[in-house]
């Protein structure tokens, strides 16, 4: 009779309750079970457990659940790819960065696009493409050396194809002493149907040698396979020795490549150098009155004041014209600093005068000693005619 009331006796079963979700301990792991209302499962560690409060919130506390919620509060604090993705910029936007760039590169310094960038769109509120521009220095250079610079070799050397060409070369040493190779390239465009000179590409040097320069310029051809050196009809160089030189020079190196090769040499540094050997015949006084009638005022604001002062009395108050010092590379130089001279002439005897009388300056009275013996200026004359040409 008691085995058949115990066998008639229910057992009860804990069902899952939604205000546990709700409860600090079990908020945001805790779920239903779909497959039965006496389980729960744990959306963290994925495991099914019983529906019983005391079983979860044991679960709660072991290391399982603890790392699986720290990946989990972990993982959400990462945007979503909707959140990170930017729609791209518009085409008209794209032109003008790309526009905004080729002048930067052609006309200006990277550090002016930072303040132009913040003025054009000022310039038109209402135009979408200046409004989404995004363009600074760092942007702006790789525009230049990844986008433009390889499109335009690109265009160039399809201009070029498999036809003769000529290159103008020049070495020459930047501000940081670093020495570089500037080429440019000779040849009938196809596309504009007449004869073009632009830039193709400048080199960084480690020596300046013949042999190292001629190096340079071939390994450069050679990097485009299209532009071959065979085709290659002319070179134009300055008149220095490592250029033109009878031997062991960059033109003698490429004569011996290709024998029929045109040297064309620079006219005005070769008559440059005409007129500065035929100067050394004349007196050294000439050279020593034009250099010291620059350093005169170069190193004195006080004698450039002075002597303004007195050439706007002598000429109805107009300025005088500032004295050009003799330079190695700018060729035409002595020529603007005779020219200057002779036409200051008496304005400037008169200056050199009263400094000798009244400051007892030597330099004052060699220079006024020169320029009152007419021989002297005579022979000036002579020599600003040479200079000339």
Known sequence: MMNKENKCKKTYSQKYTKTWETDPDLKGWLAPDPTSATLATCKYCRVVLKA??????????????????????????????????????????????????????????????????????????????????????????MLIKNVLGPSMLEALVEDIGDFPYSIIIDESTDLSSQKVLCIMIRFLSHKEKQVVTTFYRIIQLIECDAKSVHE????????????????????????????????????????????????????????HLCAEKAAESLPRQLEFLV???????????KHLEYYRTLYETMNNNNDPKKIQGLSGTRWLARYHAIKTILEQWEELKLLFSIAKSDDKCFMAEQLYDIMRRHPFKALLIFQGRLSVF
């Open 216 to 271: 340079a310029i071939v390994n450069q051809l050679k990097e485009i396979k299209s532009i071959k050196l065979e085709n290659m009809v002319g070179i134009g160089v300055d008149g220095a020795n490592v250029m033109v030189g009878k031997h062991n020079s960059v033109t003698s190196i490429f004569k011996k490549e290709l024998p029929d090769l045109i040297i064309v040499k620079c006219v005005c540094h070769s008559l």
């Open 291 to 301: 250099r010291e009638s620059h350093n005169w005022f170069s190193y004195s604001p």
């Open 52 to 141: 019983h409060k005391k079983d979860l919130v044991s679960h709660a506390k072991t290391e399982k659940h603890k790392k699986a919620t720290a990946w989990e509060t972990s993982a959400k604090s990462y945007k979503s790819i909707s959140e990170v993705y930017k729609p791209a910029l518009p085409e008209s936007t794209k032109i003008a960065e790309l526009k905004i760039a080729a002048f930067i590169a052609e006309h200006c310094s990277l550090l002016t696009v930072d303040h132009m960038i913040s003025l054009l769109p000022q310039l038109d509120p209402s135009s979408d493409a200046l409004k989404n521009l995004k363009i600074h220095r760092t942007k702006c250079s």
